[in-house]
């Protein structure tokens, strides 16, 4: 539905978006997905033609976004970043002006008006001014315009900006309905929102690619990062010896505080299981004794703040990590060092907690 | 171009400045009549408007300022270009709303006549050549305040430019006839206006080369015809800034000539700064 090719755009010596080339295929929701500044903005707006590229090409359809804008914009919704409203009319005014604006047929246009706005729920505010209107009804109004005409693709810039959390919800659900039927395009700093409502994520950072995945295959190359963490007296030093004597057991992450030590130990080529036991049975053969031995899920989060940290896909270059294929069988050297590399980067156990990141 | 033409025109008269423009048009429009028509007892209404169009100076900035300016501050350029339209379409939409709002001064203002009519004689063929020509100095003043509105997010800036603009054209052939004819003093003019022009080039596209490039295509010729023969440049300078004085052209009209050159002459300014307001839309893009 979209193909965008090497797209890349300069902003004087800042490159906002380096040789970007990704695919959307019809009927799917897909996230863009990045840290402030990786260049999602910039990407929207050059699909959806109101910023033109330095190089590279973008297809809607098969209608090149720069050759033939009319026929490619006919079939795209977009809401930026800032919804573009008229502030002095009210919603049904705005709307309506949007749908002759889109070359809706008169005959269709009130109906189809009443639908987008029954479901965006904006119908009780129809005729107030949007100056009057809550940043989270304004939202609405932004996304009833981009559904407007019935685009084959809606593309949302950071939808749910600004909103409270039942709101937050509520778009989520409008989102995922509009993908039932069209092919849905949002952004998104937050990790979760993406997780939550999209099949597909393409991962930018630095106007680069750095994933580009379904769901559940980021889900799976996220074990990569899974490990028993175990809390325990003996010194480091010591837990470092005892772990060495396990075969294919490796310390990825190790720190002591008031006199305990908290060790991540990666599991190799053995199960959850098999680990644990093994590691309870070699402290045990040493006359150690755990505090806890817990078995942690690496998550998505993890995997973002790994493959978007400046420093891994700097040297790493977007092929690298990049690709469906890698997706489905990680290489667990590769996949498994990483996270030890950076020991600030860390260890983020729970999924979900960069709902705060802003 | 339709619906931006509606919304535009619509936005006139639910914001205000389209009634504070027809106002302010009927209120000098009618102290004017007041004043040559009635209490000095002249029949031509053509008088009326040759005062008029100094308030144009004044008001047409005003009037045009937002058009383009406040997209840029709001944000909904972005639904513009968005939208399956062409930037001319847009722009086309955006000129035709402001021309409308100015018709219905023009239009309204053309009942004076009429009333005039029930006193004495009217001279209805050169009044209403007056009003066409009135009414295209106003649509050529739009087009380039239209133009100036498009280069700023501000209404302000847009304004004052505007305002700057419209003094310039008002004391052009004043401040063009203090100039010294000689071919030197010109050719020296020419210079300094093709710098410039490569100047404002440069600015608007933020680009060195392609100011440098502009200015240097304006120079060759300049310096070439001058060593070549240089008596052309005689006068040169004066007449040229002569075609810059878009007020003057309208003096014909007010005195009662159908001035074919005048309406030419407005149309090119009309389709010059209409096109320029396209190509900065356009050019928005690419920034």
């Given at each position: 539905m979209i193909e965008v090719r090497n797209l890349t755009k300069k902003y004087g010596s800042h490159t906002a978006v380096d040789g970007l080339s990704f695919t959307v295929e019809k009927g799917r929701i897909y996230g863009l997905l990045g840290p402030n500044g990786a260049g999602k903005s910039t990407t929207m707006n050059i699909i959806t033609g109101c910023l033109a590229a330095t190089s590279g090409t973008v297809l809607i359809d098969g209608h090149d976004?720069?050759?033939?804008?009319i026929e490619a914009k006919k079939l795209v919704g977009y809401l930026p970043e800032?919804?573009?409203?008229?502030?002095?009319?009210?919603p049904l005014e705005y709307l309506r002006f949007v749908g002759e604006a889109k070359g809706v047929p008169y005959e269709k246009r009130e109906r189809e008006i009443k639908d987008v706005m029954e479901a965006t729920g904006i119908t009780d505010v129809k005729d107030r001014l949007i100056r009057n209107l809550s940043k989270g009804y304004r939202q609405r109004v932004g996304i009833a315009q981009a559904m407007i005409g019935s685009p084959e693709v809606i593309i949302l810039d950071e939808p749910t900006v600004g909103l409270d959390p039942l709101q937050i919800i509520e778009i989520r659900e409008l989102i995922r309905s509009l993908g039932e039927t069209k092919t849905v395009v949002i952004s998104s700093h937050i990790l979760a929102e993406i997780s939550a409502v999209c099949d597909h994520v393409i991962i930018i950072a630095g106007g680069r690619k750095v994933a580009d995945d379904s769901l559940e295959g980021l889900e799976k190359r996220a074990t990569v990062g899974n490990g028993l963490e175990i809390v325990t007296r003996v010194p480091e030093s010591r837990v470092r010896a005892i772990v060495a004597g396990i075969s294919g057991a490796e310390i990825r992450d190790i720190s002591s505080e008031g006199g305990k030590a908290t060790a991540v130990i990666g599991p190799g080529q053995l199960s959850a299981d098999g680990l644990s036991e093994a590691v309870f049975k070699a402290f045990a053969r040493a006359g150690e004794t755990l505090l806890s031995l817990c078995w942690k899920e690496s998550s998505l989060e993890s995997i973002f703040l790994e493959l978007t940290d400046p420093r891994e896909y700097e040297p790493a270059g977007p092929d690298e990590i990049a690709g469906p294929e890698d997706g489905d069988a990680p290489d667990g050297d590769d996949g498994g060092d990483k996270p030890s590399d950076g020991k600030d980067g860390g260890y983020v156990p729970l999924f979900g907690s960069g709902d705060t990141e802003e | 171009m339709g619906a931006i033409y509606k919304r535009e025109f619509k936005a006139y008269f639910t914001n205000m400045s389209g009634y504070v423009f027809l106002g302010v048009i009927f209120l000098f429009s009618g102290i004017f009549t007041m004043a040559v028509n009635l209490l000095s007892q002249y029949a031509l209404f053509e008088y009326t408007l040759g005062n008029m169009s100094f308030v144009l100076m004044i008001i047409i900035p005003v009037l045009t300022m937002r058009s383009m300016a406040e997209d840029r501050r709001q944000k909904t350029d972005q639904l513009l270009y968005s939208l399956p339209l062409r930037a001319s379409a847009v722009v086309a939409g955006k000129y035709f709303a402001l021309i409308s709002v100015f018709a219905i001064a023009v239009g309204a203002m053309g009942i004076v006549p009429l009333i005039l009519s029930l006193f004495g004689s009217v001279p209805f063929a050169s009044t209403y050549s007056a009003l066409l020509g009135f009414f295209l100095l106003g649509c050529a003043l739009i087009a380039v305040c239209m133009f100036l509105s498009a280069l700023t997010e501000s209404q302000i800036i847009a304004a004052v430019l505007g305002i700057g603009a419209m003094l310039a054209f008002y004391l052009m052939n004043g401040l063009a006839s203090l100039l010294p004819t000689d071919k030197t003093t010109s050719f020296v003019g020419f210079i300094l206006l093709s710098l410039l022009a490569g100047l404002v080039i440069g600015l608007l596209t933020k680009n060195v080369w392609i100011g440098a490039g502009a200015a240097a295509i304006l120079l060759i010729p300049v310096i070439t015809v001058f060593l070549v023969?240089?008596?052309?440049?005689?006068g040169a300078l004066t007449s040229m800034l002569g075609y810059l004085a878009v007020f003057d052209r309208f003096d014909s009209f007010a005195s009662g000539v159908f001035d074919v050159g005048a309406i030419v002459y407005y149309l090119s300014i009309i389709v010059f700064f209409v096109f320029l307001s396209v190509q900065t839309t356009e050019k928005r893009r690419w920034s």
């Open positions: 976004v720069f050759e033939d804008p800032m919804p573009p409203l008229y502030t002095e009319m009210t | 023969k240089g008596d052309v440049y005689a």
